[in-house]
């Protein structure tokens, strides 16, 4: 896994419901312009998408970022080294078909059919020919997301209009090629039991400790595992181990999807029912200053190296603070 902490929940959606597309709606920029005027040119640094259009338009530095393609194995190379081939995010997605479904899945989108870096000049010239304007809590909120790579703000056709906060689309996504892009496969066969050695790494490294993920969704379900491991699998466990063994033969076999690596996880957590509420670099100490937790809330985190259940045992507001010893809440 990569090093961002990821959390999702799936008792409920944070932030506005997917809006229904509005019949043929008048292009709109004045929205992002009216909040170019408030906050500056930095608050155009940030990730746009259209989803009617399946366009992703992007910030100069994301889209003249160098990826180190490996195009005969399909991923990042490893180990990293440049190369004259090599292109920018941009040019690669556009060229490339399975980088680019592979940055679709990223942005955790439907469709991706054009990547573009924004055209900062047309925007500026269009902010002073548009009147409309946005309200101050969804400016404020547009600002403070801003220069954040991992939202992305969503709109269903070009543009719609965001005059108030709960118009406001914001999504949480993986822009990190590390990321969205799949490592090496180093699962063991979908025909082995997890209490398989792998052979690489340390001995302790079975099938079992790859498999955190699936434990994780697992346990989330309680009681109902087997009947959504059925939905999944068309196969009925026995018992939770026999649960989690039976979805390792899903996903290492027929599904065809590396579950321990993070490029599959809105692929994996969609199917399941999640919605992303955070992503990003975090200590557990600081999670008040990003993201509000419930007590009657479930919520499954991917951290460094491993993928687990969290159930607070009070609510942690979104406040700003520090959580002094963790382990108590």
């Known amino acids: 896994m990569a090093s961002y902490d990821r959390l999702r929940r799936r008792e409920a959606h944070e932030g506005p419901e997917s809006r229904q597309q509005a019949p043929a709606p008048a292009p709109d920029v004045a929205s992002i312009l009216a909040l170019q005027r408030s906050a500056g040119n930095r608050a155009l640094q940030r990730m746009l998408y259209v989803a009617d259009a399946g366009k992703l338009s992007v910030p100069p530095a994301y889209g003249s970022q160098i990826v180190q393609w490996d195009d005969q194995n399909k991923r990042l190379r490893k180990p990293a080294r440049t190369d004259p081939t090599d292109k920018t995010l941009v040019k690669l997605a556009e060229s490339n078909a399975t980088f680019r479904d592979q940055l679709r899945k990223g942005m955790n989108v439907d469709k991706l059919e054009t990547v573009e870096v924004a055209d900062e000049r047309a925007v500026n ?44 689309d914001v999504r949480w996504v993986l822009s990190a090629p590390d990321d969205f892009v799949p490592s090496k ?8 039991p997890l209490s398989t050695w792998t052979g690489e790494g340390p001995r302790s490294n079975t099938g079992w400790k790859m498999a955190c993920v699936l434990i994780a969704l697992v346990k989330h379900e309680g009681n109902g595992f087997a009947a959504k491991v059925h939905e999944i699998t068309t196969e009925t466990p026995t018992s939770d181990k026999d649960a989690v063994q039976k979805l390792h033969k899903y996903y290492a076999g027929r599904g065809n999807v590396q579950y321990d690596d993070t490029a599959t996880r809105f692929e994996m957590m ?7 509420i955070f992503t990003a670099g975090c200590a557990w100490a600081d999670l008040p200053k990003h993201v509000a937790l419930f007590r009657n809330k479930k919520y499954i985190f991917d951290i460094q190296g491993h993928t687990v259940v969290v159930r607070p045992n009070k609510d942690i507001p979104k406040d700003g603070s520090t959580i002094k010893d963790p382990t108590k809440v």
Request: a negative charge.
């Open 270 to 276: 969609n199917r399941w029912g999640y919605d992303p």
């Open 125 to 168: 010239k269009a902010t002073w020919e548009q009147a409309a304007s946005p309200a101050k809590d969804a400016l404020a909120e547009a600002r403070r997301v801003a220069p954040d790579q991992n939202r992305l703000l969503f709109f269903r056709a070009a543009w719609d209009k965001f005059t108030e906060l709960t118009d406001l």
């Open 185 to 192: 496969g180093d699962l063991i066969g979908a025909d082995k």
